[in-house]
């Protein structure tokens, strides 16, 4: 297990729901952060969600000082190209394109020092496609963190084939700074984790399609006999049908049928029925 070590300065692009969340644990950790949004007003609203997230730490008692203190190191830039050249480590939280992300690493690493930490939290798409076109891909490698990034104890760290063993060092430090535990996996369609809870999501749903059990009931046998925190038709209710149905989409051409996306879950995505975002997915979810 590496020593721990907290950069001093992280550029994260992206303030989305994942680039807040990974600036706000590195902001908790005690790093200065930057955070790269598309736009000033997208920026604005990046700190804000940043600033709200903060508060609720507060109130948790999970600040060390008040939020403005935390917050004074933290800055909001609208475009990419502004990324501070003293970044130790830079994390893209863009959404999930290759091109867009592909393109953001290379400005990016063009403004930044040959030493600084490069690492896409990328859920599925290939490093060494993303690594394509950049000048030091061994400083390259994927550090997946999971939502709220926080409360959460795990970074799955993507080794792609030119990533070298100096990077992996540096982003296992990295997350073990965090209090989080690192997994190393290498570069493959959907990792360990995508790919895992994917399988395990669309059996679900087929099951659910073949009339074995309600949603509730299916649910319940992977919580309490399984001990999951969440069962596989919940959590997808969570994490977005849509989105589900496009790894599975790029997991079936990648690794077989065996992920092809089930029927049932097509025609829900096809009627909007997108989890919690859209108010229905496999269960209601009411308007909080
Ligand atoms: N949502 C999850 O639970 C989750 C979990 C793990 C990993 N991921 C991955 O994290 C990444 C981000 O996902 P998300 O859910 O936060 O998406 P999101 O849509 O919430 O955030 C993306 C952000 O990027 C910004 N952006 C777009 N183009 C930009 C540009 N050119 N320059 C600067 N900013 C730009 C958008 O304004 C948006 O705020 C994806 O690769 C996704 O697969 C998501």
Redesign the pocket.
């Known amino acids: 297990v590496n020593a721990p070590v907290l950069p001093h300065s992280v550029t994260v692009?992206?303030?989305?729901?994942?680039?807040s969340g990974i600036t706000h644990a590195f902001l908790l950790a005690g790093s200065q952060v930057t955070v790269?949004?598309?736009g000033a007003a997208?920026a604005a609203a990046?700190r804000n969600r940043i600033a709200r997230m903060m508060a609720e730490s507060a109130a948790r008692g999970a600040l060390v000082g008040t939020p403005d203190d935390v917050l004074a190191r933290l800055s909001a830039i609208p475009?990419?190209e502004s990324t501070p050249a003293d970044s130790e480590l830079v994390v893209e939280?863009?959404?999930?394109d290759v091109d867009?992300k592909r393109r953001?690493l290379c400005v990016v690493e063009a403004r930044v020092r040959p030493e600084t930490l490069l690492a896409t939290?990328?859920?599925a798409l290939s490093i060494d496609a993303m690594a394509a076109g950049m000048q030091r891909p061994n400083r390259f490698l994927g550090m997946?963190?999971?939502?709220p990034v926080p409360a959460s104890a795990l970074v799955e760290i993507v080794v792609g084939t030119r990533t070298g063993d100096a990077a992996l060092d540096a982003a296992h430090a990295v997350a073990v700074a965090l209090g989080k535990t690192p997994i190393v996996v290498r570069d493959s369609p959907g990792f360990a984790t995508s790919r895992l809870g994917l399988a395990l999501g669309l059996e679900a749903i087929r099951m659910l399609a073949d009339g074995v059990a309600e949603a509730e009931d299916i649910d319940r046998a992977m919580q309490l006999g399984y001990r999951h925190p969440v069962g596989p038709l919940r959590l997808t209710d969570l994490?977005g049908l849509d989105v589900r149905l496009a790894v599975a989409e790029d997991l079936a051409a990648r690794l077989g049928p065996r992920f092809d996306p089930p029927p049932l879950l097509r025609a829900k995505v096809r009627a909007g029925e997108l989890g919690r975002k859209s108010g229905r997915g496999f269960y209601d979810w009411p308007a909080s």
């Not at 692009?13 to 680039?19: D, S």
């Not at 939280?93 to 999930?96: F, G, R, S, T, V």
């Open positions: 692009l992206g303030g989305g729901r994942m680039g790269a949004e598309a997208a990046a475009d990419l939280a863009l959404p999930e867009l953001a939290n990328t859920s997946h963190f999971f939502n994490v």
